[in-house]
């Protein structure tokens, strides 16, 4: 075992806790969420939405975990950077940040990653679902502390919805305020 490895990852995957999910600043957020906080509530998100569709809630939840974990390494990159830059292989990007890490490390996160961007599974639809739901939440949120051109991030969430529990949920949070659950 190479813990020399392990806790070199370490310290790289802490700087999700730093990287801003830097779209959010085209809709002038000043201060977004970082990319830690958005997978955080991406994988417990993740593993709802498979336990509601019969797939495996841990699972999901486990591959949510690491969907963005390559922004180490390139930033989050806006939608609108797309025209210009070639998206990065998550895969490459795994592959790089992974091979310092003992084999059965390095296995289980580039397993993680290629089965979340093939999306083959019932539980990497869930946890690109809760990806796509956890935006659609965030905009939300920030729609009712008055940031206003908030609708292309709904809409685009809305659209890459497989699930139909994500879809539901969609629709219901659409309904609520983001602080309905203080009533419940």
């Keep these: 075992m190479s813990a020399d490895g392990l806790a070199s990852f370490g310290y790289e995957l802490g700087l999700l806790k730093r990287v801003r999910r830097s779209g959010w600043w085209h809709a002038g957020v000043r201060d977004p969420e970082s990319v830690g906080e958005h997978s955080l509530r991406a994988a417990q998100l993740a593993a709802l939405i498979a336990v509601e ?21 390139t930033g989050d990159l ?20 992974t091979a310092s890490l ?22 990497a639809l869930c946890a ?8 659609l939440l965030q905009a939300l949120e920030y729609r009712d502390i008055g940031v206003r051109p908030v609708g292309e991030w709904i809409e685009s969430a809305r659209q890459g919805l497989r699930t139909e529990t994500a879809r539901k949920i969609a629709e219901a949070a659409l309904t609520l305020s983001p602080l309905a659950w203080r009533d419940r």
């Excluded at 569709?53 to 390494?73: K, M, N, S, Y």
């Excluded at 690109?128 to 935006?135: C, I, Q, S, V």
């Design 102 to 123: 003992p084999e059965r490390s390095r296995a289980l996160v580039r397993a993680a990653v290629d089965e979340y961007e093939t999306r083959e599974s019932a539980e």
């Design 78 to 97: 806006p939608l609108t950077a797309s025209g210009y830059l070639r998206k990065p292989e998550p895969r490459e990007i795994t592959a790089d940040q």
């Design 128 to 135: 690109k679902d809760a990806d796509k739901l956890e935006m």
């Design 53 to 73: 569709e019969g797939a495996a809630p841990e699972r999901a939840a486990f591959l949510a975990l690491w969907h963005d974990t390559q922004e180490t390494r």
